[in-house]
């Protein structure tokens, strides 16, 4: 296959140009901020009044229950869609799909699996900011190849920038200890099934899809999280390795050659013994690059051991659980400025999205990109909010939003209608 036809994104991005060790992720719009946190925050406000606090608290709860019963069903839809190529099913599937089936359902997961990335407001990294994350050395000094064509689809998703300590030793501190703060990732979303025949990993079914969530992947090691990956031996280890013993049967053989009609038992052994210095030289320096190589190996295996979330469908419903809260996190703090910080003449959005952006900067201390349309949609939509004429936001009295939520919540299964029940149409 073409590495070209791998699902990597071919859009450019704001990494394009920018060594992604020091890529800082533009306007992150993942509000870090738990969501009950969130509510008590709010519900101190000194200028609520009488039971004001306490309706608010419904109202949070009303929209959470709401929210949760809508994910729900996209919970639903996200396991039906990756059940035939979940890796860790446990049961039988009762009809066996065609090619032309399995493919428009493989298609199905990764547009709906990009849903939840967006809903969950992770960023997919193009294939470009890939490649060059994957080249060179680790901070380890471990440089890792990876092998792309083992790949029939690869997304990688981005959410939050960090940093994380990472010690080294420096010639210029004399070989001394130091713990420095690399930039990270927050977290880390790996989506990807395999080729068929790949050679890399045949004992895995390339049927299967993977899905793999971290936390704080420094984006120099990018590659350490991809299957396939074969640690390359640097140039300085090959030299270290191949100089000594070259030059040892060089030398040898020069003096052999040199000396031939002189040489003397003692100078045969003489000869031999400095090959067998040189190359056991050489030998010495391969089973130290073995050694690095075990040692990176081994620490590669605990780091990941503690940085791994989540793996396959406990990814989906991690991932869907805080997309959901995001959802509600971001309907509250709209609904908390229209209502108690807009007044009659209500906002705009730009104004809305400026006060809540200045608030959550006071909060959580950097700026967050608050998606304030797709706010003040949900608002608008569960009958919170109303726009006017002038494009100006107003909320719904709270007393009228908890009548609303509450009419909405009743209506979700429409069994018992104001005509008759189910049973009684059953019995007529």
Known sequence: MDPDLIAFPTDCTAEEGIDLALLALPGEHHIPLAKADLIDQLALDPELAGGEADEFRQLCRLLDATLHFEYHAQLGALKAAYGPFDPDRDTQ????????????????????????????????????????ATMGA?????????????????????????????????WKRFWRREEIA??????????????PGGHALRHIDSHDVFMKLFKDIPKMDLEMLLPGTRVQMKLLDRVKIIMPTVSGLVVSAWKAFKGALLVAAAGVYGIFALLGVTVGYGVKSFYGYLQTKQKYQLNLTESLYYQNLDNNA?????????????????????????WRKAESQG????????????LLMRLVGRRVDFEVDDALDKLVRLG?????????????????????????????????????????????
Do not use: H
């Not at 406990?314 to 229209?338: H, K, M, P, S, T």
């Open 182 to 195: 690399i930039p990270a990732y927050e977290r880390l979303v790996l989506i990807f099934r395999l080729r």
């Open 93 to 132: 599937p009762l009809v066996k799909l065609a090619d032309e089936e399995k493919t428009a359902r493989l298609d199905q997961l990764f547009e709906r699996f990009t849903w939840l990335m967006e809903r969950a407001n992770f960023r997919r990294l193009s294939r470009q900011a890939i490649e060059r």
């Open 347 to 358: 906002l705009t959005e730009s104004e809305l999205d400026e006060r809540i952006e200045e």
């Open 138 to 170: 680790s901070l380890r000094g471990i440089n890792l190849s990876v092998d792309f064509d083992v790949f029939d689809r690869l997304e990688i998703y981005c959410r939050g920038d960090s940093t994380t300590p990472f010690e080294r030793r420096d």
């Open 314 to 338: 406990g990814v989906l419903c991690r991932l869907l659980d805080e997309a959901e809260e995001q959802e509600n996190r971001e309907a509250v703090l709209a609904y908390w400025f229209l």
């Open 384 to 428: 919170l909010a109303t726009c006017g004429p002038d494009q100006r936001y107003r909320a719904v009295p709270i007393d009228e939003a908890l009548e609303t939520l509450d009419r909405s919540w009743d209506n979700f299964f429409c069994y018992n209608t104001g005509e008759s029940s189910v049973a009684e149409r059953r019995a007529a």
